[in-house]
């Protein structure tokens, strides 16, 4: 069985007999979204297929894993860099540990740069947007331009633009500054953030809470600031505002704010509004393909051309699986061997190794 964040309630799909009109259908569409342009202009859209229907690639992607061969240990990785044109890294836990480097990465980025790969960086935590990521880079010593640089933040806000989300309504936001950042540049009205990390509800008896009506989506991320206003606020918008979607960034069990252990992750706060409301949320987030799509559209890459390099199996590997791409998983975060090599894990990369920076070693003892 896969990992909850493969689940998502949302089906998406385009498919055109015309390349050049992509069609995109949506199954329990909100009432905003019956007028939708299919013919619209808008970038976002111009995907040749979107696939998020993810029970169903649940149910075919643990049958085609079973009959799968285990993870290879990576041996030649010569052989990977030339297969490829572009390399996919998460950032937790294969670049850096909280605010760490891993040790090794300047000089494989360099390798790869010097052999004209082109590097992009996609991390499932929202908590910071693109520019605040591109400070984060600069401040360990990497020169990474915004436009390498794809954060779920980015993507909750590229989603929404995607349906031509109205421009009346807002969104209630369950996270930090990168989604408010995000949706800011994305010209989004949206209530909640940080703000309301310190508001609290008096339970008098006779007590309603009030929400505005105008909430069209609730966008869930990481929130060190999550507490139970915040989960009626976004109840009470997805339950009764109709047609309001329910977004969460990622579902991440777990999330690295330190070296020294694993965290709770986004996976917690959109688990505590799945509850209340009895809704699954659409995630835009690893290991959707929504950011894989946007990426291949958008630099014109080919996605058996790239290599997804990342430490966890249920988003990164999964998610370069799902986009049909080749997979590396790095021993360096999440995942341990035990766990890759347990006979209950049933998502296998095409090759393993201990950190991005082997990349060095192997390729020197090939020569």
């Known amino acids: ?27 329990n569409y909100p009432k905003f979204l019956c007028g939708f342009n299919t013919s619209s202009k808008n970038h976002f859209l111009n995907f040749s297929r979107l696939s998020w229907n993810a029970n169903k690639t649940s149910r075919r992607r643990t049958q085609s894993f079973r009959a799968m061969a285990s993870a290879q240990p990576l041996a030649d990785a010569e052989a990977l860099i030339d297969s490829v044109e572009t390399f996919i890294f998460d950032c ?17 980025l360099d390798m790869l740069r010097s052999k004209g790969k082109r590097l992009v960086f996609v991390t499932n935590n929202s908590t910071k947007s693109r520019k605040q990521y591109g400070k984060k880079f600069e401040t360990l010593g990497l020169s990474v331009s915004e436009e390498e640089i794809f954060a779920s933040s980015f993507a909750a806000a590229a989603y929404l633009k995607s349906i031509d989300f109205p421009k009346d309504k807002k969104v209630y936001v369950i996270g930090e500054d990168g989604i408010l950042k995000e949706l800011d540049l994305a010209g989004i009205q949206y209530l909640g953030g940080p703000e309301d990390g310190d508001k609290k509800i008096e339970l008098k008896p006779g007590f309603l809470m009030e929400h505005d009506t105008d909430v069209g989506a609730v966008v869930v991320g990481f929130d060190r600031y999550f507490n139970y206003y915040k989960i009626q606020y ?7 505002n109709p047609g309001c979607l329910f977004i969460a960034t990622n579902r991440d069990a777990v999330t690295h704010l330190t070296d020294a252990q694993e965290w709770a992750g986004g996976g917690s706060m959109n688990g505590a509004i799945s509850g209340s409301t009895q809704r699954e949320p659409i995630v835009v987030g690893k290991p959707s393909t929504f950011m894989m799509d946007y990426l291949s559209n958008k630099f014109g890459i080919q996605k058996s051309q790239i290599c997804m390099v990342g430490d966890r199996l249920d988003t990164d590997i999964l998610f ?23 006979p209950n894990n049933t998502i296998q990369p095409d090759f393993y190794t201990n950190k991005i920076s082997d990349f060095l070693s192997l390729k020197a003892a090939t020569v």
């Open 320 to 342: 370069g699986q799902n986009g049909g791409c080749k997979t590396l998983l790095v021993l360096s975060g999440v995942t341990t061997s035990e766990m890759l090599k347990s």
């Open 92 to 108: 937790d836990g294969v670049i850096w540990k909280g605010d760490k480097l891993i040790s090794g990465v300047p000089e494989t």
């Open 1 to 27: 069985m896969l990992s909850r964040a493969a689940t998502a309630s949302l089906s998406v799909s385009a498919v055109s007999a015309n390349p050049s009109k992509s069609l995109i259908f949506f199954n």
């Open 234 to 240: 976004a109840t009470l918008c997805i339950r009764e």
